[in-house]
């Protein structure tokens, strides 16, 4: 048998575990062991898996602190419900497919725009320049009108009698969101963009593009002098992430029967920042865990009411003082060093541990 | 007129967001973090004042004092719990623990004071405005005494930082940790001097932010927060002038783009001033430039 590369495991791993979690799902909800409150979060947690994969390929992979992530995210959600809601002819999923398709390129479209000017400041301003456009989005959102009628779409800024409707349907209504959204969005068609969203990444992240983007991050100045055009690999990375950031904005939109432009804040934005950070900077693996187990999370403690937030901003901080304490990090180490060493006295057990070593 | 009312309502705005900037910008400076606890610390100022004011009866500058201490104390407390263990930890590992420590501010009030909205009666209730051009024009007293307690705030801190040797000892820290520390400065004391700071400037900007907007909840902090942040980052973060002139810029601009352009719009068009800027001056209007070493 052909020995496989330590990454390509590593990412076969990853998959295996969200295939081997969609199949358990599957087969406890057809059983009829998924309580309402769980089945009803099944969408949301395929949602913020795919968005925390998506800015961790910015923030872990091209090392740019992001703030307003979740500006992507309402763009492709609302191009979705526009989408959608104007073929009403259509199937179902075919519907579904379209939004996200076609949310996920408007999201590029204004991940470009963003991209262009923010990516040439650095740190913090960077990070500062991402939350004022994740604010100017939301504003904008807010903003808009969107109808349909026999004549096609129409649009405006100023209110819904200027849209001239003729006897059409409001799609969008400036802060009070897309009231009339069908529910297309399938725990199946989550999973999907999981998948896709998955795929696309680690790719990405294994390709020449994926090193390249990895050398930006580990030294601008050296990979500039060897050659990578950083403006062009940092576009790269940062529009890619948008273009998922919107897809999964569209399946999220298309979750619920209405929605407003204020769910897509610079909390949301921070919400996501946290899932990337906990599971690891950089590590898809880390994101698709802390996504998953934060996002049940407050729902679990939903017994304890006015107390879960409270509860979930002192797990925050606590996890952040001892995965960063100086003495637990040593002695992790020391830990890993020591079975390293007992490894290496004794080969054959480790053999049998997968085959760690690698010639 | 109408012009110059909107222009001293921006500069009453402003010097409110100046005075939070402040905070944003000495933390920065001198700890290199984004400290986004600070809008809430904002609030709380606010909610201690109130509940002097309404439930003590104590007069208003008994509530602002005590509210400068309370928060004052809540700065180096969250300073000396939160933060200093992650001194040697990566800036998004700061960063998040701030978010927490902003979480659990907004949610321990809103156990405390409950979400519904709170009337703030103003600290200077009852006091006089500045009437100009025989009447036709007023300025409310709470306008004056910000922008009075803007100026007051620059001209002491400038004088601190400038004068004193725990001020001197702030920018030495500021410059170069290391250094500071070898010339015989406590790194940490001053660090935790300047969150007291930070915070008890955060409560009078909170106390006068309620007194002109005077609706209290566990979220009003934040949106001002992150405004201020955004002004700090304009004037050019880590510098406390480019603080007071951020500020009192975004005020202005805020007001004059409710006024003249749109008012649903004006939150976007304050952003986009501030990415125009950084565009042209990346390090923001005062900020130090930062040389490339290779």
Redesign the interface.
């Known amino acids: 048998m052909k020995k496989i590369s330590k990454t390509t495991r590593s990412n076969l791993i990853t998959y295996a575990m969200v295939v081997a979690a969609f199949v358990i799902m599957q087969i406890l909800s057809v059983t009829g062991h998924v309580s309402n409150s769980l089945a009803g979060q099944l969408v949301p947690i395929c949602v913020y898996i795919c968005m925390a994969v998506s800015l961790n390929l910015t923030?872990g992979i091209l090392g740019e602190?992001s703030l307003g992530h979740a500006g992507f995210m309402s763009v492709g959600a609302f191009t979705g419900v526009v989408v959608a809601m104007s073929i009403q002819n259509a199937a179902g999923p075919v519907r579904l497919v379209l939004a996200i398709v076609i949310g996920g390129i408007m999201a590029g479209i204004a991940g470009v725009i963003v991209g262009v000017?923010v990516l040439?400041?650095?740190g913090?301003?960077l990070?500062?320049?991402t939350?004022?456009?994740g604010?100017?989005i939301k504003?904008?959102l807010?903003?808009i009108y969107v109808g349909v009628d026999s004549h096609g779409l129409h649009f405006s800024m100023k209110d819904t009698a200027s849209l001239n409707l003729d006897n059409g349907t409001i799609l969008i209504n400036g802060?009070m969101g897309a009231p009339g959204i069908e529910k297309l969005s399938t725990f199946v068609a989550g999973f999907i963009l999981v998948l896709i969203v998955l795929t696309v990444t680690l790719n990405l992240i294994r390709s020449r593009s994926g090193r390249a983007i990895m050398a930006i991050r580990d030294n601008r100045?050296a990979a500039e002098s060897v050659g990578i055009n950083i403006t062009k690999y940092k576009l790269m990375a940062f529009v890619t992430s948008a273009v998922l950031a919107g897809m999964s904005g569209a399946l999220y939109a298309m979750n619920y029967s209405s929605i407003l432009p204020k769910k897509f804040d610079?909390n949301t934005s921070?919400l996501v920042?946290?899932f990337v950070?906990?599971g690891g900077?950089g590590n898809i693996r880390g994101s698709i865990i802390a996504a998953t187990v934060l996002t049940i999370l407050p729902e679990a403690l939903r017994a304890l009411n006015?107390?879960r937030?409270?509860i979930?901003?002192?797990v925050?901080?606590l996890v952040?003082?001892v995965?960063?304490?100086?003495i637990l990090k040593n002695g992790w180490t020391l830990v890993k060093e020591k079975l390293a060493f007992w490894r290496k006295k004794t080969p054959e057990p480790a053999a049998e541990g997968g085959g760690v070593h690698e010639q | 007129m109408n012009l110059l009312l909107n222009l001293i309502n921006g500069i009453s705005l402003g010097s409110v967001y100046a005075i939070i900037a402040l905070g944003y910008t000495m933390v920065y400076g001198i700890a290199k973090m984004l400290n986004f606890a600070h809008g809430d610390v904002i609030m709380v100022g606010a909610y201690i004042c109130f509940c002097a004011m309404s439930y003590l009866n104590l007069p208003p500058l008994v509530g602002v004092v005590l509210a400068m201490i309370v928060c004052t104390a809540l700065g180096m407390i969250i300073e000396r719990l939160a933060y200093k263990p992650l001194r040697e930890a990566t800036s998004l590992a700061v960063l998040i623990t701030a978010i927490g420590v902003s979480y659990f501010l907004q949610n321990t009030a809103l156990l405390i004071w409950k979400s519904d909205p709170k009337v703030f009666t103003s600290v200077v209730d009852g006091w006089p405005g500045l009437k100009l051009f025989g009447g036709e024009m007023t300025i409310s007293p709470v306008t004056i005494v910000t922008v009075l307690a803007n100026i007051v705030i620059m001209v002491g801190l400038t004088l601190f930082t400038s004068r004193t040797k725990k001020g001197k000892a702030m920018r030495a820290v500021s410059e170069d940790k290391g250094a500071a520390q070898l010339m015989g400065i406590n790194v940490n004391s001053t660090i935790s001097l300047t969150f007291a700071i930070g915070s008890g400037l955060a409560a009078i900007a909170g106390v006068l932010l309620c007194s002109a907007y005077p609706t209290l909840m566990p979220t009003t902090g934040s949106m001002p927060g992150i405004k201020a942040f955004t002004a700090a980052v304009l004037g050019g973060i880590g510098s406390i002038p480019g603080a007071m002139l951020g500020g009192v810029l975004l005020g202005v601009i805020e007001i004059f783009g409710k006024a003249y352009i749109s008012t649903q719009l004006s939150d976007a068009i304050v952003f986009a001033v501030l990415i125009i800027v950084l565009l042209i001056k990346p390090t923001g209007l005062l900020g130090k430039k930062i040389s490339e070493k290779v």
């Open positions: 923030v602190l000017p040439r400041l650095r913090d301003y990070a500062i320049v939350l004022a456009f604010e100017i504003n904008l807010n903003n802060p100045i610079f921070i920042l946290v950070v906990l900077m006015d107390y937030m409270l979930y901003a002192v925050l901080i952040m003082l995965t960063n304490n100086p």
